[in-house]
């Protein structure tokens, strides 16, 4: 899970949004109920306690990344 939220993080920073259909595109593929971030966290319910801590605070990192990107 955590080269996943690594991975993402990797293609958040290459992502430039130039227009309202590609704005619209970017909030299906990661805001959307059906996108990344509300895949992750469902994931991240399923997961052992032992690890949560440390996948815990990456995913949230990528949250805030992903709707900074989004307001900006």
Do not use: Y
């Amino acid at each position: 899970m955590l080269e996943e939220i690594n991975q993402l993080n990797l293609q958040l920073q290459n992502i430039e949004i130039q227009n309202t259909p590609e704005l619209e595109k970017f909030r299906l593929d990661f805001l959307s109920k059906k996108g990344h971030v509300n895949r992750l966290f469902e994931a991240f319910r399923n997961i052992s306690p032992e690890i949560k801590k440390e996948v815990g605070k990456p995913l949230n990192i990528f949250k805030k990344n992903v709707e900074m990107l989004f307001e900006k």
